[in-house]
T-cell receptor, first 116, second 112 residues
Framework: NAGVMQNPRHLVRRRGQEARLRCSPM?????VYWYRQLPEEGLKFMVY????????ESGMPKERFSAEFPKEGPSILRIQQVVRGDSAAYFC??????????????FGSGTRLTVV | GNSVTQMEGPVTLSEEAFLTINCTYT??????LFWYVQYPGEGLQLLLK?????DKGSNKGFEATYRKETTSFHLEKGSVQVSDSAVYFC???????????FGTGTRLTIIP
């Protein structure tokens, strides 16, 4: 049973390019969360998705950032026209559909984005 | 809003020393509380959790007790090892399977 798979592991983009980060949740998990970790800081929530739906995007920057979780395939976090301040580690987590119990999330190993 | 305040780091201890990393929280309702560990270059791993008042989470010799009266969830270990060197994050969710709110993390270094 593979864990949460994120790719690429490392991504280098020039300023102005687009970055696409992929996340495949654990088997049986229908909830996906994206977090950003800036250097020497804790993780900050960005967006929470279920299949084909964005449930909570309160942590997403208003411009250039978007996320999707299609019916088939991985969740995608897209950053358009990247700037140096977007350099960070982006982590995806997944969880099972709630049944009233509390399950811990399973995190992927992250994508480290460097904007040059 | 929800927030987590963690003990400032970095923390450096000798092997076999006693460890405490303080964590306090602010939340509406009855949150679930977590400790995550991040080893260098890796993602976060769930270390332990507690879902209601007075619950004690434990794993790999680490323990933390959910104290509602003091809104705390301090992490402890009786005898640390070099392999415990990592960054530790305290976190909460207001309800199960919703977004986590993290503390800023505490970097722990254990010296042989």
């Amino acid at each position: 049973n593979a864990g949460v798979m994120q790719n690429p592991r490392h991504l280098v983009r020039r300023r102005g390019q687009e970055a696409r980060l992929r996340c495949s949740p654990m088997k049986g998990h229908s909830h996906v969360y994206w977090y950003r970790q800036l250097p020497e800081e804790g993780l900050k929530f960005m967006v929470y998705l279920q299949k084909e739906n964005i449930i909570d995007e309160s942590g997403m920057p208003k411009e250039r950032f978007s996320a999707e979780f299609p019916k088939e395939g991985p969740s995608i976090l897209r950053i358009q026209q990247v700037v140096r301040g977007d350099s960070a580690a982006y982590f995806c987590a997944s969880s099972r559909q709630s049944t009233g119990d509390t399950y811990g999330y399973t995190f992927g190993s992250g994508t480290r984005l460097t904007v040059v | 809003g929800n927030s987590v305040t963690q003990m400032e780091g970095p923390v450096t201890l000798s092997e076999e020393a006693f460890l405490t990393i303080n964590c306090t929280y602010t939340a509406t309702g009855y949150p679930s509380l977590f400790w995550y560990v991040q080893y260098p270059g890796e993602g976060l791993q769930l270390l332990l959790k507690a879902t209601k008042a007075d619950d004690k989470g434990s794993n790999k010799g680490f323990e933390a007790t959910y104290r509602k009266e003091t809104t705390s969830f301090h992490l402890e270990k009786g005898s640390v090892q070099v392999s415990d060197s990592a960054v530790y994050f305290c976190a909460l969710t207001p309800f199960g399977n919703e977004k986590l709110t993290f503390g800023t993390g505490t970097r722990l270094t254990i010296i042989p």
